[in-house]
Protein backbone atom coordinates (compact mmCIF):
# COMPACT_ATOMS: atom_id res chain seq x y z
CA UNK A 1 0.00 0.00 0.00
CA UNK A 2 1.03 3.21 -0.77
CA UNK A 3 0.67 6.46 1.28
CA UNK A 4 1.12 10.29 -0.04
CA UNK A 5 2.93 12.84 2.47
CA UNK A 6 1.78 15.99 0.66
CA UNK A 7 2.46 19.74 0.92
CA UNK A 8 5.19 19.81 2.82
CA UNK A 9 8.61 21.51 2.47
CA UNK A 10 11.39 19.01 2.85
CA UNK A 11 15.48 18.75 3.85
CA UNK A 12 16.67 15.57 2.79
CA UNK A 13 19.89 15.53 3.82
CA UNK A 14 20.59 12.98 1.65
CA UNK A 15 24.26 13.16 -0.64
CA UNK A 16 22.84 16.45 -2.41
CA UNK A 17 21.06 18.16 0.69
CA UNK A 18 18.00 18.02 -1.52
CA UNK A 19 15.29 20.86 -0.90
CA UNK A 20 12.26 20.55 -1.66
CA UNK A 21 9.72 23.52 -0.94
CA UNK A 22 6.53 21.94 -2.32
CA UNK A 23 7.46 18.22 -1.37
CA UNK A 24 6.06 15.28 -1.30
CA UNK A 25 7.15 11.98 -0.07
CA UNK A 26 5.60 8.11 -1.65
CA UNK A 27 6.04 5.61 1.12
CA UNK A 28 5.09 1.67 0.25
CA UNK A 29 5.10 0.09 4.22
CA UNK A 30 8.44 1.20 5.87
CA UNK A 31 10.18 2.35 2.91
CA UNK A 32 9.98 5.49 1.19
CA UNK A 33 9.07 4.92 -2.50
CA UNK A 34 9.50 8.47 -4.08
CA UNK A 35 10.64 11.98 -2.98
CA UNK A 36 10.58 15.25 -4.31
CA UNK A 37 8.50 18.02 -5.50
CA UNK A 38 4.97 17.64 -5.79
CA UNK A 39 4.28 18.74 -9.11
CA UNK A 40 7.01 15.95 -10.09
CA UNK A 41 5.40 13.21 -8.96
CA UNK A 42 5.08 10.17 -11.00
CA UNK A 43 1.82 9.84 -12.59
CA UNK A 44 1.71 6.18 -12.37
CA UNK A 45 1.72 6.44 -8.58
CA UNK A 46 -1.89 4.71 -6.84
CA UNK A 47 -1.37 6.20 -3.29
CA UNK A 48 -4.24 4.69 -1.60
CA UNK A 49 -3.72 7.20 1.66
CA UNK A 50 -3.25 10.56 1.80
CA UNK A 51 -1.69 12.54 4.77
CA UNK A 52 -1.59 16.39 4.82
CA UNK A 53 1.41 18.32 6.30
CA UNK A 54 -0.17 21.91 5.94
CA UNK A 55 3.17 23.09 4.97
CA UNK A 56 5.45 21.75 8.16
CA UNK A 57 8.98 21.40 7.13
CA UNK A 58 9.64 17.51 7.10
CA UNK A 59 13.27 16.58 7.77
CA UNK A 60 15.12 12.63 8.55
CA UNK A 61 14.11 11.17 11.68
CA UNK A 62 16.86 12.55 13.83
CA UNK A 63 19.32 10.29 15.38
CA UNK A 64 20.94 10.66 18.51
CA UNK A 65 24.47 8.69 18.08
CA UNK A 66 25.74 9.18 21.55
CA UNK A 67 24.07 8.44 24.58
CA UNK A 68 24.44 6.74 27.69
CA UNK A 69 20.72 6.15 28.44
CA UNK A 70 19.95 3.32 30.60
CA UNK A 71 21.61 3.13 33.49
CA UNK A 72 20.09 3.46 37.78
CA UNK A 73 20.36 6.45 40.12
CA UNK A 74 21.27 10.01 39.62
CA UNK A 75 24.48 11.88 40.60
CA UNK A 76 22.85 15.30 41.84
CA UNK A 77 24.77 15.39 44.87
CA UNK A 78 27.82 15.09 42.84
CA UNK A 79 26.48 18.04 40.60
CA UNK A 80 26.10 20.36 43.52
CA UNK A 81 29.96 19.66 44.52
CA UNK A 82 30.95 20.91 40.94
CA UNK A 83 28.81 23.82 41.16
CA UNK A 84 30.58 24.96 44.30
CA UNK A 85 34.28 24.08 42.78
CA UNK A 86 35.15 20.71 42.60
CA UNK A 87 36.34 18.90 39.61
CA UNK A 88 34.61 16.11 37.32
CA UNK A 89 38.26 14.81 37.33
CA UNK A 90 39.00 14.78 41.24
CA UNK A 91 35.45 13.57 41.66
CA UNK A 92 36.39 10.14 39.70
CA UNK A 93 39.99 9.95 41.37
CA UNK A 94 38.25 9.84 44.84
CA UNK A 95 35.98 6.76 43.63
CA UNK A 96 32.57 9.02 42.57
CA UNK A 97 31.36 9.83 39.21
CA UNK A 98 31.29 7.02 37.23
CA UNK A 99 32.05 4.52 39.74
CA UNK A 100 29.09 5.87 41.63
CA UNK A 101 26.38 4.98 38.93
CA UNK A 102 28.20 1.62 38.95
CA UNK A 103 27.32 0.92 41.99
CA UNK A 104 23.47 1.89 41.49
CA UNK A 105 23.28 -0.20 38.01
CA UNK A 106 24.89 -3.46 39.54
CA UNK A 107 22.43 -3.22 41.93
CA UNK A 108 19.55 -3.09 39.39
CA UNK A 109 17.61 -6.16 37.45
CA UNK A 110 17.20 -5.61 33.95
CA UNK A 111 13.75 -5.01 34.51
CA UNK A 112 14.58 -1.89 36.44
CA UNK A 113 16.89 -0.50 34.11
CA UNK A 114 14.32 -0.80 31.43
CA UNK A 115 11.49 1.14 33.47
CA UNK A 116 14.32 3.94 34.69
CA UNK A 117 15.44 4.11 31.35
CA UNK A 118 12.33 4.32 29.20
CA UNK A 119 11.52 8.51 30.01
CA UNK A 120 14.45 9.52 29.07
CA UNK A 121 14.20 7.33 25.65
CA UNK A 122 10.38 8.71 25.46
CA UNK A 123 11.87 12.21 25.76
CA UNK A 124 14.31 12.19 22.95
CA UNK A 125 11.57 10.41 21.04
CA UNK A 126 9.22 12.81 21.71
CA UNK A 127 11.92 15.53 19.29
CA UNK A 128 11.83 13.48 16.51
CA UNK A 129 14.14 11.13 17.31
CA UNK A 130 14.43 7.60 15.43
CA UNK A 131 17.73 6.15 15.67
CA UNK A 132 19.20 6.30 19.31
CA UNK A 133 23.26 4.77 20.12
CA UNK A 134 22.85 3.26 23.30
CA UNK A 135 25.83 2.58 25.59
CA UNK A 136 26.72 -0.14 27.96
CA UNK A 137 29.81 0.85 30.50
CA UNK A 138 28.14 1.41 33.95
CA UNK A 139 28.41 -2.23 34.59
CA UNK A 140 32.44 -2.95 34.39
CA UNK A 141 31.62 -6.54 35.05
CA UNK A 142 30.53 -9.15 32.74
CA UNK A 143 27.18 -9.62 33.91
CA UNK A 144 25.92 -6.42 34.05
CA UNK A 145 27.26 -4.78 31.08
CA UNK A 146 25.27 -7.40 29.34
CA UNK A 147 22.37 -6.69 31.62
CA UNK A 148 22.72 -3.05 30.22
CA UNK A 149 22.67 -4.38 26.57
CA UNK A 150 20.14 -6.78 27.16
CA UNK A 151 17.79 -3.99 28.45
CA UNK A 152 18.88 -1.40 25.45
CA UNK A 153 17.21 -4.06 22.98
CA UNK A 154 14.11 -4.77 24.77
CA UNK A 155 13.72 -0.68 24.82
CA UNK A 156 13.97 -1.47 21.09
CA UNK A 157 11.18 -4.17 21.05
CA UNK A 158 8.86 -2.10 23.13
CA UNK A 159 9.43 1.28 21.14
CA UNK A 160 9.24 2.77 17.96
CA UNK A 161 13.04 3.09 17.54
CA UNK A 162 16.10 1.67 15.91
CA UNK A 163 18.97 1.05 18.41
CA UNK A 164 22.62 0.72 17.63
CA UNK A 165 24.13 -0.48 21.06
CA UNK A 166 28.15 0.07 22.30
CA UNK A 167 30.29 -2.04 24.70
CA UNK A 168 32.00 0.66 26.88
CA UNK A 169 33.11 -1.85 29.33
CA UNK A 170 36.28 0.23 28.96
CA UNK A 171 34.45 3.06 31.15
CA UNK A 172 36.15 3.49 33.93
CA UNK A 173 38.15 1.10 36.22
CA UNK A 174 35.99 -1.42 38.33
CA UNK A 175 37.46 -1.80 41.76
CA UNK A 176 38.50 -5.24 41.44
CA UNK A 177 40.90 -4.36 39.23
CA UNK A 178 42.60 -1.54 41.30
CA UNK A 179 45.88 -0.93 40.29
CA UNK A 180 45.61 -3.17 37.46
CA UNK A 181 44.26 -1.36 34.07
CA UNK A 182 45.95 -3.47 31.99
CA UNK A 183 44.62 -6.63 33.79
CA UNK A 184 41.00 -5.38 33.12
CA UNK A 185 41.09 -4.52 29.16
CA UNK A 186 43.24 -7.85 29.27
CA UNK A 187 40.08 -9.87 30.25
CA UNK A 188 37.90 -7.14 28.13
CA UNK A 189 39.87 -8.69 25.26
CA UNK A 190 40.62 -12.12 25.84
CA UNK A 191 37.00 -12.99 27.89
CA UNK A 192 34.27 -10.82 27.27
CA UNK A 193 34.14 -9.31 23.69
CA UNK A 194 34.23 -13.02 22.18
CA UNK A 195 31.32 -13.53 24.50
CA UNK A 196 29.41 -10.78 24.17
CA UNK A 197 29.31 -10.43 20.61
CA UNK A 198 26.55 -12.54 20.24
CA UNK A 199 24.33 -10.24 22.39
CA UNK A 200 24.45 -8.48 18.87
CA UNK A 201 26.80 -5.24 19.75
CA UNK A 202 27.39 -2.72 16.72
CA UNK A 203 30.34 -1.49 18.02
CA UNK A 204 33.04 -1.50 20.63
CA UNK A 205 33.64 1.78 22.63
CA UNK A 206 36.17 3.23 25.00
CA UNK A 207 37.41 6.26 27.48
CA UNK A 208 40.80 7.74 26.45
CA UNK A 209 41.55 10.02 29.29
CA UNK A 210 44.31 10.49 31.92
CA UNK A 211 41.46 9.34 34.39
CA UNK A 212 40.45 6.47 32.11
CA UNK A 213 42.52 4.27 29.52
CA UNK A 214 45.23 5.41 27.63
CA UNK A 215 45.75 5.59 24.22
CA UNK A 216 47.76 1.62 24.49
CA UNK A 217 45.59 0.21 26.10
CA UNK A 218 42.89 1.61 23.69
CA UNK A 219 44.66 0.46 20.91
CA UNK A 220 45.21 -2.87 22.37
CA UNK A 221 41.32 -3.31 23.00
CA UNK A 222 40.55 -1.86 19.04
CA UNK A 223 43.24 -4.12 17.41
CA UNK A 224 41.17 -7.39 19.09
CA UNK A 225 37.45 -5.52 18.45
CA UNK A 226 38.43 -5.44 15.01
CA UNK A 227 40.03 -8.61 14.60
CA UNK A 228 36.77 -9.93 15.63
CA UNK A 229 35.05 -8.01 12.55
CA UNK A 230 33.22 -5.33 15.35
CA UNK A 231 33.46 -1.21 14.30
CA UNK A 232 34.85 0.50 17.20
CA UNK A 233 34.41 4.45 18.33
CA UNK A 234 36.11 6.02 21.25
CA UNK A 235 35.77 9.14 23.70
CA UNK A 236 38.62 11.35 23.11
CA UNK A 237 40.69 14.40 24.24
CA UNK A 238 37.70 15.73 26.49
CA UNK A 239 39.97 16.97 29.63
CA UNK A 240 43.23 16.58 27.89
CA UNK A 241 45.41 14.95 24.96
CA UNK A 242 46.26 11.37 25.13
CA UNK A 243 46.73 10.73 22.15
CA UNK A 244 42.93 8.76 21.60
CA UNK A 245 42.22 10.32 17.91
CA UNK A 246 45.28 8.90 16.41
CA UNK A 247 44.11 5.37 17.83
CA UNK A 248 40.97 5.60 16.47
CA UNK A 249 41.80 7.15 12.97
CA UNK A 250 44.76 4.18 13.10
CA UNK A 251 41.84 1.52 13.73
CA UNK A 252 39.23 3.37 11.09
CA UNK A 253 37.32 4.42 14.17
CA UNK A 254 33.91 4.82 13.00
CA UNK A 255 33.66 8.02 15.18
CA UNK A 256 35.84 10.18 17.63
CA UNK A 257 33.81 11.65 20.22
CA UNK A 258 34.70 15.11 22.16
CA UNK A 259 37.41 16.23 20.90
CA UNK A 260 37.80 19.47 23.24
CA UNK A 261 42.01 19.43 23.17
CA UNK A 262 42.21 17.79 20.19
CA UNK A 263 45.03 19.35 17.64
CA UNK A 264 44.96 20.50 13.67
CA UNK A 265 47.11 17.31 13.15
CA UNK A 266 44.62 15.10 14.75
CA UNK A 267 41.72 16.76 12.72
CA UNK A 268 43.64 15.48 9.83
CA UNK A 269 44.31 11.91 10.60
CA UNK A 270 40.50 11.73 11.17
CA UNK A 271 39.84 13.45 8.02
CA UNK A 272 41.98 10.79 6.61
CA UNK A 273 40.22 7.73 8.09
CA UNK A 274 36.59 8.66 7.44
CA UNK A 275 35.99 9.51 11.16
CA UNK A 276 32.77 11.20 12.16
CA UNK A 277 33.81 13.76 14.73
CA UNK A 278 31.15 13.70 17.13
CA UNK A 279 30.19 17.15 19.03
CA UNK A 280 28.78 16.66 22.57
CA UNK A 281 28.26 20.52 23.75
CA UNK A 282 25.98 20.04 26.82
CA UNK A 283 29.15 17.18 28.25
CA UNK A 284 30.95 20.93 27.97
CA UNK A 285 28.28 23.09 29.12
CA UNK A 286 27.75 21.31 32.43
CA UNK A 287 31.38 20.66 32.96
CA UNK A 288 31.68 24.24 32.96
CA UNK A 289 34.96 23.49 29.84
CA UNK A 290 36.47 26.11 28.45
CA UNK A 291 38.25 24.57 25.96
CA UNK A 292 36.29 24.32 22.58
CA UNK A 293 37.08 21.20 19.77
CA UNK A 294 38.62 22.26 16.83
CA UNK A 295 36.05 23.64 14.64
CA UNK A 296 37.90 25.50 12.27
CA UNK A 297 40.48 22.40 11.26
CA UNK A 298 37.93 19.60 12.00
CA UNK A 299 35.75 21.85 8.91
CA UNK A 300 39.35 22.47 6.66
CA UNK A 301 40.21 19.09 6.92
CA UNK A 302 36.51 17.93 5.91
CA UNK A 303 36.04 15.94 8.77
CA UNK A 304 32.11 15.09 9.11
CA UNK A 305 30.56 16.74 11.81
CA UNK A 306 27.61 15.12 14.60
CA UNK A 307 26.11 16.36 17.45
CA UNK A 308 25.10 14.23 20.06
CA UNK A 309 23.32 14.58 23.51
CA UNK A 310 25.71 12.38 25.38
CA UNK A 311 22.67 11.90 28.36
CA UNK A 312 24.69 10.56 30.74
CA UNK A 313 24.36 11.07 34.92
CA UNK A 314 27.22 12.85 35.13
CA UNK A 315 28.53 14.72 32.30
CA UNK A 316 25.24 15.86 30.37
CA UNK A 317 22.15 14.68 32.48
CA UNK A 318 19.18 15.43 30.41
CA UNK A 319 17.80 14.00 27.58
CA UNK A 320 17.18 16.23 24.56
CA UNK A 321 18.91 16.14 21.11
CA UNK A 322 17.03 19.38 20.81
CA UNK A 323 19.17 21.21 23.41
CA UNK A 324 22.44 19.97 22.41
CA UNK A 325 21.48 21.31 18.70
CA UNK A 326 21.02 24.36 20.27
CA UNK A 327 24.40 24.41 22.45
CA UNK A 328 26.21 23.24 19.24
CA UNK A 329 25.42 26.20 17.59
CA UNK A 330 25.58 28.98 20.61
CA UNK A 331 28.62 27.07 22.30
CA UNK A 332 30.74 25.58 19.41
CA UNK A 333 29.60 27.67 16.63
CA UNK A 334 28.22 25.35 14.45
CA UNK A 335 26.26 26.74 11.58
CA UNK A 336 21.79 25.53 11.47
CA UNK A 337 23.45 23.57 7.96
CA UNK A 338 25.66 21.40 10.23
CA UNK A 339 23.49 21.06 12.97
CA UNK A 340 21.04 19.61 11.22
CA UNK A 341 23.85 17.34 9.24
CA UNK A 342 25.03 16.50 12.63
CA UNK A 343 21.21 14.73 13.56
CA UNK A 344 21.45 13.17 10.59
CA UNK A 345 22.88 12.14 7.62
CA UNK A 346 26.58 12.23 9.64
CA UNK A 347 25.31 10.72 13.01
CA UNK A 348 23.86 7.65 10.79
CA UNK A 349 26.89 7.71 9.41
CA UNK A 350 28.90 7.46 12.98
CA UNK A 351 26.40 4.38 13.68
CA UNK A 352 27.23 2.94 10.06
CA UNK A 353 23.50 3.23 8.99
CA UNK A 354 23.89 6.09 6.82
CA UNK A 355 22.80 3.16 3.68
CA UNK A 356 19.09 2.90 5.35
CA UNK A 357 18.70 6.04 7.66
CA UNK A 358 19.62 9.74 8.78
CA UNK A 359 18.29 10.92 5.18
CA UNK A 360 15.47 10.73 3.30
CA UNK A 361 15.71 9.16 -0.41
CA UNK A 362 14.03 6.29 -2.20
CA UNK A 363 14.62 3.52 -1.12
CA UNK A 364 15.62 4.37 2.87
CA UNK A 365 13.84 3.68 5.92
CA UNK A 366 10.49 5.90 6.04
CA UNK A 367 11.76 7.44 9.01
CA UNK A 368 10.82 11.19 9.37
CA UNK A 369 9.92 14.37 11.82
CA UNK A 370 7.10 17.20 10.83
CA UNK A 371 8.29 20.44 12.12
CA UNK A 372 6.04 23.15 13.14
CA UNK A 373 8.15 25.77 12.32
CA UNK A 374 8.65 28.32 9.15
CA UNK A 375 12.63 28.30 8.78
CA UNK A 376 15.33 25.33 8.97
CA UNK A 377 17.12 27.84 11.01
CA UNK A 378 14.60 27.46 13.52
CA UNK A 379 16.33 24.43 14.37
CA UNK A 380 18.93 24.56 16.95
CA UNK A 381 17.40 27.93 17.70
CA UNK A 382 14.84 27.51 20.00
CA UNK A 383 16.43 26.51 23.63
CA UNK A 384 13.81 24.50 25.67
CA UNK A 385 11.15 24.46 23.64
CA UNK A 386 9.92 21.41 21.13
CA UNK A 387 8.82 22.54 17.71
CA UNK A 388 8.49 18.55 16.16
CA UNK A 389 4.46 17.81 15.81
CA UNK A 390 4.58 14.32 14.19
CA UNK A 391 6.88 11.61 13.72
CA UNK A 392 6.77 8.40 11.24
CA UNK A 393 9.13 5.61 12.22
CA UNK A 394 8.91 2.95 9.57
CA UNK A 395 6.48 4.40 7.82
CA UNK A 396 3.97 4.28 10.56
CA UNK A 397 2.78 7.56 12.61
CA UNK A 398 4.30 7.24 16.25
CA UNK A 399 3.63 10.27 17.68
CA UNK A 400 1.72 13.84 16.96
CA UNK A 401 1.49 16.81 19.44
CA UNK A 402 -0.03 20.15 19.01
CA UNK A 403 2.55 22.73 18.40
N1 LIG B 1 32.37 10.80 28.75
C1 LIG B 1 31.19 11.30 29.09
O1 LIG B 1 30.78 12.36 28.75
C2 LIG B 1 30.50 10.30 29.88
N2 LIG B 1 31.40 9.20 29.82
C3 LIG B 1 32.47 9.55 29.21
O2 LIG B 1 33.38 8.78 29.03
C4 LIG B 1 30.27 10.69 31.29
C5 LIG B 1 29.82 9.51 32.09
C6 LIG B 1 29.50 9.85 33.51
O3 LIG B 1 29.98 10.82 34.11
O4 LIG B 1 28.70 9.06 34.08
FE1 LIG C 1 29.88 9.83 26.53
Known amino acids: MLTLWRH???????EQSRVFERGAIVTRGAAIEWVGDEADLPAGLRTEHVIELAGRWLTPGLVDCHTHLVFAGQRAAEFARRTAGTSYAEIAREGGGILGTVRATRAASEEGLVEQSRPRLQSLLAEGVTTVEIKSGYGLEFDTEARMLRAARRLEATNPVTVSTSLLAAHALPPEFAGRADDYIGTICEDWLPRLAGLRIDAVDAYCEDIAFSAAQCDRLFTVARALGLNVRLHAEQLSNVGGSQVAARH?????????YATDADARALARAGTVAVMLPVAFYMLAERQLPPIEALRRHGVPLAVASDCNPGSAP????????NMARRLFGLTSAEVLLGVTRHAARALAVHERR???????AADFAAWSIDSLDELGYWCGFNPCSLVAKNGSIVLERDV
Not at 8 to 14: L, S
Not at 252 to 260: F, N, P, T, V
Not at 318 to 325: E, N, Q, R, T, V
Open 252 to 260: GALSCDHLE
Open 358 to 364: GSLAAGR
Open 318 to 325: GASLLLAM
Open 8 to 14: CRIATCD
